[in-house]
């Protein structure tokens, strides 16, 4: 690290750790002040459409987001939020996008903002719809590869890693290492819950940088019928748990067919705010397995609801005091698919470079291949030809929405299957979403070319033409 990112970093962590004592002097009084500040010295990384929309949050202290802005800011433990400000404003979004954006020029390919990563196959639940295997058939990389991903990663520019599995907290130690040996970049692990303690909790808060998200969908019934029984009692209590230890943690919800009434009801997303939830993401249930089921994939019926619902739940004036959003139904703002680095890809228990965390194929393994490299791989190069791929992004998914453009991909460039628990062929993943996806495109498209939407640009995907 040269002294200039050192002294850029040094001068970050001092503004951030004066806005926050500043703004606890009188939140509601010094917002407007502080957003003054940020369009100061950090100006050029708000979009421009956003600002008029941040000052009147600002401005009205009744304001979904500024009543939001308050809590996140007094409720939240003080090195959480100075280790994840520098992390992810200083480092990720300041210094790392320079850096990526510059390298994606150089070299022709896509470069991720974003990284997952499985450290383990291994789970303790056995959840409907989900791969993961036993304790007994686990596969996990060690802890010196995911050493070197991240050292690779951060040589591109890219500061901010997500755990998924399998249940990563298996490897907490580990995860927990890492975050301490980066504290340049913002973590994050998805999590059934169980085993999250106090202990993890001590953990989190003296290195600052690593945030959760709870897998929890509905009620009770709802959840325990897909997770196993007993499963939303311990989410629940973790979450106690992680708001009395001032924590930053959200939720992480797959909506299916079954479950979305309970999953958007006003009484589920009322509790997970008052539990401490500071972010919830939503992502439609994938068949993707040899035991998937399609019959959970969310009708278009539902997905429609889904789209008028997120946006309903965001409004500023009568939504909800958490940070919400789709990766299906919100592909309008990231201009369609994002995998296979245009703004992350996901590395699984056996090193295989995937795309999507929901793509299981691959052309490259970290053992055999360097980042680079994979990125320039066939695979990944069809993905970076071809995106978006679809001018309606309400249909952007080349699995569920466009399964033709899938199985074009993955016979062009001859990735294989790297499912572990057994293989599944890229057409009989793409049968499981043929129906979904040729009821959806008459719906999606009256929904699209019915709606205004903005011209999407931002800083940290690669803008596509």
Same mark, same amino acid.
């Given at each position: ?22 703004i606890e002097k009188d939140p509601d009084r010094n917002m407007v002040n502080i957003l003054d500040a940020v369009e100061k010295y950090a100006g050029r990384l ?23 802005? @308050? ?7 003080? /090195? @959480? ?8 404003? +200083? ?18 390919? /896509? ?48 500061? +901010? ?74 989410? @629940? ?50 068949? +993707? ?136 062929? +890229? ?15 008459? @719906? ?22």
């Open positions: 690290m040269d002294i200039r990112t050192k002294l850029t970093e040094a001068a970050g962590e001092r503004l951030i750790s004066g806005l926050l004592k500043y708000i979009p421009e459409r956003l600002k008029p929309g941040l000052r009147r949050g600002a401005e009205d202290p009744t304001n979904v987001y500024h009543r939001y802005i @308050v809590d996140l800011f007094t409720g939240l433990d003080r /090195n @959480v939020l100075v280790s994840m400000g520098r992390a992810l404003g +200083v480092d990720a979004a300041y210094l790392g996008t320079k850096t990526l954006r510059a390298n994606r020029a150089k070299y022709d390919c /896509n470069i991720p903002w974003l990284i997952l990563m499985d450290p383990t196959s291994a789970c303790n639940l056995r959840c409907t719809g989900c791969w993961a295997a036993d304790y007994n058939k686990a596969q996990n990389l060690t802890l010196d590869e995911m050493r070197d991903v991240i050292r690779q990663c951060k040589e591109l520019g890219t500061h +901010v890693f997500m755990f998924t599995g399998g249940e990563p907290l298996i490897r907490k130690d580990d995860i927990l290492t890492l975050c301490e040996e980066n504290r340049d970049c913002a973590f994050l692990a998805f999590t059934n819950a169980t085993l999250i303690d106090q202990a993890l909790c001590d953990r989190m808060l003296k290195t600052g940088n690593l945030a959760l998200a709870l897998s929890i969908e509905g009620t009770k019934q709802s959840n325990d019928e897909r997770r196993g029984e007993g499963a939303y009692d311990k989410t @629940v209590g973790a979450m106690e748990l992680l708001k009395k230890n001032r924590l930053l943690y959200g939720i992480s919800v797959c909506y299916t067919r079954e479950n979305d009434e309970f999953v958007t009801s006003d009484e589920f997303l009322d509790k997970m705010i008052d539990a401490g939830a500071m972010f919830a993401m939503y992502f439609n249930y994938m068949p +993707v397995g040899k035991n998937a089921t399609a019959d959970l994939i969310p009708t278009p019926e539902q997905r429609a609801y889904m789209y008028k619902w997120i946006r309903k739940v965001r409004d500023p004036h009568t939504g909800k005091k958490i940070f919400l959003f789709d990766f299906q139904d919100d592909g309008e703002y990231v201009g369609g698919c994002i995998a296979a680095g245009r703004n992350y890809f996901h590395i699984n228990s056996a090193g295989d470079i995937e795309p999507c965390v929901f793509i299981h194929f691959a052309d490259a393994n970290i053992r055999t291949d360097t980042i680079l490299e994979a990125l320039k791989k066939p695979l990944f190069t069809a993905y970076y030809r071809g995106q978006p791929f679809n001018d309606n992004h309400l249909r952007p998914c080349p699995m569920l929405e466009n399964p033709h453009l899938l199985r074009k991909m993955i016979a062009d460039t001859g990735a294989r299957s790297t499912d572990f628990i057994a293989e599944e062929s +890229v057409d009989e993943l793409c049968r499981k979403c043929d129906s979904f996806a040729y009821e959806w495109a008459p @719906v999606a498209d009256d929904i699209w070319n019915s709606t205004v939407h903005k011209k999407t640009t931002t800083r940290y995907y690669r803008d596509t033409h």
